[in-house]
């Protein structure tokens, strides 16, 4: 799972996925939207009678500080999110460290112009098969680099235009970075309200994008 909003444990289920055997979660930084569902999603897995015969791992990767922020979260009211029926292992990564997320999947994070402690991610699978997601960043070349000719590439696309910030991306920054990268194919994400009333189809028209640019949406099911 990339990041866990508090929206994810309901999402999972809603999209009958195979939560609860879920190996690895990846948490890009600590804004609430990326972060805020880990402590509903473990209160879930600790008290949820289908995962008492689970034995194997889960591993919840992330930026220095990941620790931390899990105590705190513990620290509100003693919930001791982290003593499950099965182990549970939290890995501080550092940026440009290779690791293997699942067996065989490796994985590369790089810093974001987003926050201090922000990392984008480009995972190889067993078989060859590449994706980068983003996660929040401002506008990075490096990114556009690190996501060079990737199966899919994720990337978010906060802002139509007139973006009022500089660490998130708008459509045509969006554009640029996938213009360089060159992907097999697109997804854009993390869309603000704006949004809502923007054909998107016909705003990354005019961009005469050299791939698919996906829409993404809410349980959306794409095979990279
Ligand atoms: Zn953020
Ligand atoms: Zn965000």
């Given at each position: 799972m990339l990041d866990c909003s508090a929206a994810a444990a309901t999402r999972m289920a809603a999209n009958y996925l195979d939560w609860p055997n879920l190996d690895a979660i990846w948490i890009s930084h600590f804004h609430l939207d990326h972060c805020g569902g880990l402590s509903p999603f473990l209160a879930g897995t600790k008290h949820t009678?289908?995962?008492?015969?689970r034995k194997k791992p889960l591993r919840i990767f992330g930026p220095s500080g990941l620790e931390h922020l899990l105590a705190k979260f513990d620290d509100v009211n003693n919930y001791?999110?982290?003593?499950?029926p099965f182990p549970i292992e939290v890995i501080e990564i550092e940026a440009q460290e290779k690791f293997e997320i699942l067996p065989g999947v490796e994985v590369v994070a790089m810093s974001t112009?987003?926050?201090?402690?922000s990392h984008a991610i480009h995972i190889r699978d067993i078989d060859g098969k590449t994706m980068v997601y983003s996660a929040d960043t401002g506008f990075s070349e490096a990114v556009g680099t690190f996501a060079?000719?990737?199966?899919l590439f994720i990337l978010e696309?906060?802002?139509?235009?007139?973006?009022?910030?500089?660490?998130h991306l708008e459509l045509a920054e969006a554009m640029i970075m996938i213009r360089q990268a060159q992907p097999r194919r697109a997804m854009l994400t993390?869309?603000?309200?704006?949004?809502?009333?923007?054909?998107f189809a016909e705003e990354v028209a005019k961009f005469d994008p050299l791939c698919e640019v996906i829409e993404a949406a809410d349980g959306s099911h794409l095979d990279v």
């Amino acid at each position: 799972m990339l990041d866990c909003s508090a929206a994810a444990a309901t999402r999972m289920a809603a999209n009958y996925l195979d939560w609860p055997n879920l190996d690895a979660i990846w948490i890009s930084h600590f804004h609430l939207d990326h972060c805020g569902g880990l402590s509903p999603f473990l209160a879930g897995t600790k008290h949820t009678d289908s995962m008492k015969e689970r034995k194997k791992p889960l591993r919840i990767f992330g930026p220095s500080g990941l620790e931390h922020l899990l105590a705190k979260f513990d620290d509100v009211n003693n919930y001791r999110l982290l003593e499950q029926p099965f182990p549970i292992e939290v890995i501080e990564i550092e940026a440009q460290e290779k690791f293997e997320i699942l067996p065989g999947v490796e994985v590369v994070a790089m810093s974001t112009p987003h926050t201090d402690e922000s990392h984008a991610i480009h995972i190889r699978d067993i078989d060859g098969k590449t994706m980068v997601y983003s996660a929040d960043t401002g506008f990075s070349e490096a990114v556009g680099t690190f996501a060079s000719q990737v199966d899919l590439f994720i990337l978010e696309c906060t802002f139509v235009r007139d973006k009022p910030v500089q660490k998130h991306l708008e459509l045509a920054e969006a554009m640029i970075m996938i213009r360089q990268a060159q992907p097999r194919r697109a997804m854009l994400t993390h869309f603000h309200p704006e949004w809502d009333d923007v054909n998107f189809a016909e705003e990354v028209a005019k961009f005469d994008p050299l791939c698919e640019v996906i829409e993404a949406a809410d349980g959306s099911h794409l095979d990279v």
